[in-house]
């Protein structure tokens, strides 16, 4: 199955500029974070908004389907959090939506899904649906004011797309749309780490960053709709939702977790290699690498690594992934990391 979610994509210096026209006759209905409404409020229509705080749970969606139900459509403005929740309610509605992110922390503009959590914070489960998101609109002056450190674990979690994908599907597939989901992922890889990044550069919104949100939100996100279960999260992903129950995990970003997860995923399967130059880009954008850095114990180690085990994503792989072999990988990074850190 191929699931693409956008109909329109606009990338451009004054890509909100053409909001209103998109919006044309139709009553809106916008849903909002704070913050996000901080920053582009200078740049929006004036219509009807419902603040958004928390994390995408059942409770929150019925919520604002109540309140969005008069409308015909739904602007969704944020991070993935307000958008995964908007996505649901237009689904749940069946009503067209808007999508205005305005941070770079992961493809949740573009894909046709909702990651669904307690109110808690804890992940509980993936949703997806045939809905369509009408426009999605990157509005470079948003997005080069943003969040710098937003920006980075979202090429985290965009590297995971190649990590993860290989785990499940190997190198390369005989089927010709799996493989285009293979090479895209692979070509956003080698582009973080070819490219290098800082604060100063990502204000700047020069072309080489351009490129880079490109990979964290489109291409990322047609990855998953065109591989579908054949390049899905792994073990990466697994290790980010086993850590949501642990609160000092909270203060983390996603993708930051990602990649601790991938560190883990690419020691359990002895690729010393790709497992080096993940550290060093880890280590390099100021990562965490271990669970000492997520403010754990060790002690944790074995109901980590069974709690990762029972994750859906991780039960995805052939053969089949043991608390054991996760426990000793987990360990494993932990003593690698410290030795390559000091």
């Not at 026209?21 to 908004?49: C, K, M, T, W």
């Not at 908007?86 to 009503?95: C, D, H, T």
């Not at 490109?214 to 990466?236: H, K, M, Y």
Request: glycine fraction near 6%; proline fraction near 4%; charge should be negative.
């Amino acid at each position: 199955m191929i699931r693409q979610a956008v109909l329109q994509y606009i990338h451009e210096e004054n890509a909100l500029d053409q909001l209103e026209q998109i919006i044309d006759n139709r009553s809106a209905v916008l849903i909002h974070g704070r913050q996000a409404y901080e920053a582009a409020a200078f740049l929006l229509p004036d219509v009807p908004r419902f603040l958004f705080e928390g994390h995408c749970t059942d409770q929150q969606v019925e919520a604002l389907k109540q309140s969005c139900a008069p409308y015909d459509m739904i602007l969704a403005l944020g991070g993935g959090s307000v958008i995964d929740t908007a996505k649901q309610v237009a689904f749940q509605l069946q009503l067209p939506v808007i999508v205005i992110p305005t941070i770079v922390s992961n493809c949740a503009p573009w894909t046709p899904l909702s990651v669904m959590y307690d109110e808690q914070g804890q992940y509980i489960r993936f949703d997806t649906f045939p809905v369509v998101i009408e426009a999605l609109l990157l509005d470079h002056r948003i997005l080069a004011a943003s969040p710098y450190d937003y920006f980075v674990a979202g090429l985290v979690d965009t590297l995971a797309k190649w990590y993860e994908a290989r785990a499940l599907s190997g190198s390369s597939a005989e089927d010709p749309v799996i493989e285009t989901a293979l090479r895209t992922a692979e070509r956003c890889k080698d582009l973080i780490l070819s490219t290098n990044v800082s604060e100063t550069r990502f204000r700047e919104y020069s072309a080489d960053i351009q490129y880079l949100v490109e990979t964290v939100i489109p291409l990322a996100g047609s990855i998953g709709g065109f591989g579908d279960a054949a390049t899905r999260g792994a073990i990466g992903h697994a290790v980010h939702n086993a850590l949501s129950p642990y609160r000092e995990t909270h203060p983390f970003l996603h993708g930051s977790k990602v990649g601790y997860g991938l560190l883990v995923q690419e020691m359990l399967f002895g690729n010393d290699a790709d497992y080096a130059e993940l550290h060093q880009y880890l280590l390099l954008q100021k990562q965490p690498t271990s669970l000492t850095d997520f403010g754990l114990s060790l002690d944790i180690v074995e109901e980590l690594a069974l709690r990762t085990s029972t994750e859906e994503l991780c039960r995805l792989l052939r053969p089949l992934v043991s608390a054991d072999q996760l426990a000793d990988a987990i360990t494993r990074n932990e003593k690698t990391s410290v030795s390559m850190t000091s």
